[in-house]
């Protein structure tokens, strides 16, 4: 199938994915048992391109799920082109933002919202710890060795706002200067003293 993509974006008549001048031409990604297709609005270059899925179809015995399949355009292409790509693709219409392999997908600006996700993840970790006795000492071991690991993979792929790191440092400081009981502050040690957070 890679071959026969390629191949078919070499064809003149053939409109593909615009990207910027300076990136390179891409046409297709595939990751494990996923692959995610490029192209344009182009009816031409549709029928192409669905052409060679079914070809595809015929000589591997694997069927694409159009009921789990998506097609994604930009929220300022019009209604006649989308019913277009409807049409050849027998696929919905999906919308950004999505999340992929765990990160989040979306043009335009980087919005706090779109990465909710991992300050919900964090957030569930540390609530499942919240009917547990834990030391300054165990605190700072989840800490480190728990809550930190947890955005790596995320921060590794994508660049984030900076205020998705400072609330993440805030929960981590938090969580290792008070107790938490359903987000809210507890005292320490039954003493009757609270602790103060420091970001």
């Known amino acids: 199938m890679t071959r026969s993509l390629n191949k078919l974006h070499e064809k003149p008549r053939v409109i593909g994915y615009r990207t910027p001048k300076w990136s390179p031409q891409i046409n297709h990604l595939s990751h494990a048992d996923d692959t995610t297709l490029f192209c344009s609005g182009d009816g031409y270059s549709l029928k192409k391109m669905m052409k060679r899925l079914r070809k595809y179809e015929k000589a591997s015995g694997q069927l694409v799920n159009?009921?789990?399949?998506?097609?994604?355009?930009?929220?300022?292409?019009?209604?006649?082109?989308?019913?277009?790509?409807?049409?050849?693709?027998?696929?919905?219409?999906?919308?950004?933002?999505?999340?992929?392999?765990?990160?989040?997908?979306?043009?335009?600006?980087?919005?706090?919202?779109?990465?909710?996700?991992?300050?919900?993840?964090?957030?569930?970790?540390?609530?499942?710890?919240?009917?547990?006795?834990?030391?300054?000492?165990?605190?700072?071991?989840?800490?480190?060795?728990?809550?930190?690991?947890?955005?790596v993979y995320l921060l590794s792929a994508m660049n984030p706002p900076a205020g998705v790191i400072r609330q993440l440092h805030k929960i981590f400081a938090n969580f290792f200067t008070e107790q938490y009981c359903g987000g809210k502050k507890q005292t320490l040690g039954g003493m009757g003293q609270s602790m103060s957070t420091k970001g």
């Open 66 to 151: 159009t009921d789990k399949s998506c097609y994604y355009t930009h929220h300022k292409v019009s209604a006649r082109v989308n019913n277009k790509i409807k049409r050849h693709t027998k696929m919905r219409n999906g919308s950004f933002p999505f999340t992929y392999l765990g990160c989040p997908v979306f043009y335009g600006r980087r919005k706090l919202i779109y990465y909710e996700d991992l300050i919900k993840k964090v957030m569930k970790r540390i609530l499942s710890w919240q009917n547990r006795l834990l030391s300054f000492g165990g605190r700072y071991v989840l800490v480190n060795n728990v809550l930190k690991t947890m955005p």
